[in-house]
């Protein structure tokens, strides 16, 4: 499966963002969605994931627990991070990944290209 993030851009404390994900290549709904982020000097993290099927369940970072939701429409084949209440140290790459495996995995095998988020305080 191919992925192709979007969505990134500046914006300032407390303000909000929505990332998008694309899926292309193969059927979406084999996949768990994730999201990950990596930080300047900092090693890439988890941050969400939702299982296979739409409005199926989901899991979260502690770091961004009730501020972030990801959803996602398997009819669009695409995934979706809605960052509310954004603080500076959410500044990272965000990256889109996927991969075909029940439940709420958190190592993901196809990875997009990333979309950067810049929160200024």
């Known amino acids: 499966v191919q992925l192709q993030a979007s969505g990134g851009g500046s914006v300032q404390a407390g303000g909000s963002l929505r990332l998008s994900c694309a899926g292309s290549g193969d059927t979406f709904s084999r996949y768990a969605m994730g999201w990950c982020r990596q930080a300047p000097g900092k090693e890439r993290e988890f941050v969400a994931v939702v299982s296979k099927w739409s409005g199926g369940s989901t899991d979260y970072a502690d770091s961004v627990k009730g501020r972030f939701t990801i959803s996602r429409d398997n009819a669009k084949n695409t995934v979706y991070l809605q960052m509310n209440s954004l603080k500076p140290e959410d500044t990272a790459v965000y990256y889109c990944?996927?991969?075909?495996?029940?439940?709420?995995?958190?190592?993901?095998?196809?990875w997009g290209q990333g979309t950067l988020v810049t929160v200024s305080s």
């Open positions: 990944a996927a991969v075909a495996r029940l439940g709420l995995p958190r190592d993901y095998d196809y």
